[in-house]
């Protein structure tokens, strides 16, 4: 399964909206009627850290301002307001088929 | 708290071997799925490999059919990876990784910090 983020790059301002969309090359809906669609966050020089799983349930700790939405093969990801904190790249997941698979990464930026 | 532990990465020769581990604790290690997933330098993120946490199911990408082998001692709290004939583009930084599925959790909620393996040619 193929996906493809969109953009690959997001510069945003302080306090302003971000969105990320993230496009599979077939349906994520699993067997037992689930959707293994999750997005993790990676700040530079550190670890990715889940943040959404199953398209819009946050994991634990995850703020608020992150929600995710979605079905079938179109995801996004969507920042409310964007804080200096939330710089780094941004990947959704598949784990509904093998092998799982990760899109590019978006990359935001504070203008 | 939920700890995962990468070593064993280092400087092989292409056609080489490399036995990653991964030391888990903070939590009932045996009632996890486990991943391995690789970072290229500066690029993406790549999963690599996944057991079932009985270890009798294994999955791998297609890029290390037949070359990587994922194993784990639940007695030892312990992931593996078994890394044969390595090749220059499997240089990248390696990741363990729990899915969180014994919680309800459906994703790679826990990530270790990484192993890095560099592979000359």
Known sequence: ?111 | QVQLVESGGGLVESGGSLRLSCAASGFTFSAYYMAWIRQAPGKGLEWVSYISSSGSNTHYADSVEGRFTISRDNAQNSLYLQMNNLRAEDTALYYCARDGGATGTSGLDYWGQGTLVTVSS
């Open chain 1, 1 to 111: 399964v193929v996906m493809t983020q969109t953009p690959l790059s997001s510069p945003v301002t302080l306090g302003q909206p971000a969105s990320i969309s993230c496009r599979s090359s077939q349906s994520l809906v699993y067997s037992d009627g689930n959707t293994y669609l999750s997005w993790l966050q990676q700040r530079p020089g550190q670890p990715p850290r889940l943040l959404i799983y199953r398209i819009s349930t946050r994991f634990s700790g995850v703020p608020d301002r992150f929600s995710g939405s979605g079905a079938g093969t179109d995801f996004t990801l969507k920042i409310s307001r964007v804080e200096a904190e939330d710089v780094g790249v941004y990947y959704c997941m598949q784990a509904s088929h093998f092998p799982w698979t990760f899109g590019q990464g978006t990359k935001v930026e504070i203008k």
